[in-house]
């Protein structure tokens, strides 16, 4: 079959905690109507740190949501993220498009962990350079990721370009594609969680006039941390630490079966456990995931005379009773809980509004992929 920008498409978000499958059709101006939407639990380790350790429950899960909320279409969009994702934003001379591939792959062997024949490599231009930022410039600002000098480059006069460099290791596309199609499906396109989170938040704010923000998305494993400016990628960093802390430091402290952990985050109150025993384990739960965004800040700063004026919040770790107003006063920046579903149709006669409102937060990837269409027609 060919495909085209008709194609119906599914979203697939597999994550460590859940499957969220969305699906959105494009009505007019440009906008997105609710289609369908489900989640499925998976068992514990099927999914740890990104990589499948599961495959075959992962891919009867899926299968099984698939059908239930009777999904026609086989095409997929899916994503990645976590350790075998790197994403940087490079400066390099201003060039005809013939060489700048080439040029491209030369750069990125000096910057990304892995070998160049075992990831996929893909970038895009961002636009040129301000004539009073320069390369050199940057030889004095530390990586908190690398923890060493970026390296410096004499900067010679001739027009820079900045440049956004995305490399994903081949194996976990391979495990995620191998998946779908363990479940019946065909996947079409594998994007990233960071450019899935843009667009969802694309659908109820105008990024490019938003000046400084934080997509934060605090999912089981990692919370991943995305800095914009403008509306262009201006830092992301995977913290290798989730929601899944804090529940672990509940668990220790009540021994109860984990679902019912997940009652308590959400502000339900078992008996014999009161508020305020629980609120200082929630807080040391989730202060050393505080204090490495804190550290994204920092560095985002100083490498970019700017300031994050805002936090967007998604993924599972939103359902905590009471976590914007949290992370607001340990960051002392503004804090919202993002809700994409709020620039979405939803027919109240298919679809129960407060329901598909309260799963926002927790498939804001997925609803982000469900916008994605092929460019050709």
């Known amino acids: 079959m ?45 999914i740890v740190g990104g990589s499948i350790k599961k495959p075959d429950q992962v ?54 962990p892995f070998a160049i024949n075992e990831v996929a490599l893909d970038f895009q231009v961002l636009g040129p350079v301000s004539d ?40 976990i596309i391979n495990e995620r594609r191998n998946v779908l199609r363990q479940a019946g499906l065909k996947p079409a396109i594998i994007d990233l969680d960071v450019f899935a989170l843009m667009n969802a938040a694309s659908l109820t704010n105008d990024l490019s006039a938003m000046g400084s923000i934080a997509l934060i998305d605090l999912g089981d494993s990692f919370t991943h941390v995305n800095i914009l400016k403008n509306g262009s990628i201006g830092y992301t960093k995977d913290i290798p630490v989730g929601d899944r802390y804090c529940s672990t430091t509940l668990l220790s402290e009540y021994k109860i079966p984990f679902k019912q952990i997940h009652k308590i985050k959400k502000g339900h109150l078992l008996e014999g456990v009161k508020k305020e025993e629980t609120l200082p384990l929630i807080v040391q739960g989730y202060k050393n995931i505080l204090e490495e965004i804190l550290k994204s800040f920092e560095y985002f700063s100083t490498t970019s005379n700017s300031k994050v004026e805002r936090i967007l919040l998604s993924g599972g770790g939103c359902l905590v009773h009471g976590i914007d107003d949290f992370i607001e006063n340990f960051l002392k920046i503004p804090v919202e809980i993002l809700n994409p579903m709020q620039g979405v149709k939803i027919n109240p006669k298919i679809f129960d509004q407060e329901m598909i409102m309260a799963l926002a937060g927790l498939s804001t990837v997925a609803i982000g992929l469900a916008t994605r269409r092929f460019a050709h027609s």
């Open 132 to 171: 009073n930022i320069t390369r050199k410039k940057l030889d004095k600002q530390i990586d908190p990721d690398e923890e060493k000098p970026v390296d410096e480059i004499e900067y010679s006069g001739e027009p820079i370009v900045e440049v956004l460099i995305v490399a994903v290791n081949r194996e």
């Open 2 to 46: 060919f495909l085209s920008k008709k194609t119906p498409l599914v979203a697939v978000d597999l994550g460590s905690h859940s499957i969220k499958v969305v699906q959105l059709k494009e009505i007019k101006g440009g906008n997105f109507e609710l289609v369908n939407i489900g989640i499925m639990p998976l068992e514990e380790g099927s």
């Open 59 to 112: 891919s009867k899960a899926l299968s099984g949501l698939i059908k239930a909320e009777k999904i026609k279409t086989n095409f997929v969009v899916a994503s990645v993220s976590g350790g075998d994702v790197f994403i940087k934003k490079i400066q390099i001379p201003q060039m005809p498009e013939k060489e700048l591939s080439e040029r491209i792959n030369e750069e990125a062997e000096r910057y990304i």
